[in-house]
Structures are given as C-alpha cells and as structure tokens.
C-alpha cells in the first residue's frame, strides 16, 4: 500500500536521525508463543487496560504480554508484577530492533499519543493492530515542529480504531480513515468496558 506523503516524510527524518543501536535498551528473551503488545500513553490508561486483558484471558490463555507506556521513561513501574518498558527511540534503527525482538502477534495501542515510525514497523511485520479509547483531541507524536504532521498516516495503519465518542469517530473520517475500520464505544474506564462492547477487540484476542 502506498504510504500517505506525510508519513513518508516522517520516516525519511526518522532515517535520518538513526545511529547505532542504544546498547543499553536491552531486553528479556521473548516468550514462545503468541505476543500481544499493549502500549498506552498514561500509566492509569495501560493499568485499565489490563483489566481488560484480565477478562480475556478468561477465554484465552495461550499468550504472553508485552507492556510499553510513554509513561515509563521518565519513571519506570510494574503492573501486576509485569515490567512496563518505555518505547523505543522515534527513529528507524531503533523501531526496527524492537520489532524484530518481541516479534508481537497483536497490538493494542491506548490514546491520542502516536509513533509512527514504531506503527510502521509493525504493520511491516504484519502485526494485527487496533487502537482504543481514541479521544476528540487532537493527535500528538514525538517530535519537534518542523516534523511532518504524520497523524493520517499513522492512523491508516491500525486495522480497527474505537472511538470513544461519534465526535471522535467524525475527527478520524476526517483524517481518512474509513468508516469501515472505525467503532464507537465508551471510554476506557474499567467498571464500563465489558469485552462484549468492541466486537473487534474481542474477535483479535479469541
């Protein structure tokens, strides 16, 4: 698939930042058997989201997590006794290692807080991909100014996207994604996320 300009502008700065690998981001061996990846932008956001994940694995057992946080940067932590890692550094070499270790089947993406250059190297593994609890705010990724704006082309990556309102839904048909890939469902909060209100997070993990 063609990749939208911006997005392609964004990767070629992503290129053109890259250096050698951080020899100090290391990371466990990665677990046989599925991996879905669970990422999120705020702690409180990825701590509900394993609440979530808790009920699921009620019907599915048979995969092991991974948990990144933009949150953990600054300030590591643990949820449950599982590591919570900080992303990888925005640029090509970096992505592309991460990717290449953990190798994630699924990844559930939690936020208005994009990586495009770290989306693209997944939908380059061919990782099924959704975002959840997608807000009427504006999109943000880890740049200066001067970067492309690469919002509608990270966007176009996930197979499905839930919104959290039909306001939200109508700010991504405005950035193209289709109607098709959208849902509409309540925020992620833990006491109203049933599993059974979004259908495509359900038929992903089961």
């Known amino acids: 698939m063609r990749r939208p300009f911006s997005l392609a502008a964004y990767l070629a700065l992503a290129r053109g930042r890259d250096r050698q690998p951080d020899a100090d981001q290391t990371w466990p061996e990665r677990p046989d058997g599925p991996v ?34 933009d949150a953990a ?14 992303p990888p550094a925005e640029t090509l070499v970096e992505t592309r290692r991460f990717i290449a270790h953990w190798s ?35 999109w943000r990724q880890p740049s200066k100014r001067w970067v492309p704006d690469a919002a509608a082309g990270a966007l176009s990556l996930f197979h499905q996207i839930v919104a959290q309102d039909e306001a939200a839904a109508r700010r991504l048909r405005k950035l193209g994604v289709p109607n098709g890939r959208i849902d509409v469902a309540s925020p992620l909060m833990e006491e109203v996320f049933p599993v059974s209100s979004h259908d495509g997070l359900h038929e992903v993990l089961t």
Do not use: C
């Open 36 to 69: 879905v990846w669970l990422h999120s932008d705020t702690q409180a956001r990825l701590e509900t989201l394993m609440t979530v994940m808790a009920r699921l694995r009620l019907q599915r057992r048979d995969f092991a997590m991974l948990l990144t946080s």
């Open 73 to 86: 940067g600054a300030h590591p932590f643990t949820i449950n006794s599982d590591p919570v890692y900080a």
């Open 104 to 138: 994630p089947d699924v990844l559930i993406w939690a936020g208005n807080s994009l990586r495009p250059a770290l989306q693209y190297e997944a939908a380059q593994k061919d990782t099924r991909s959704i975002l959840v609890d997608a807000a009427d705010e504006p």
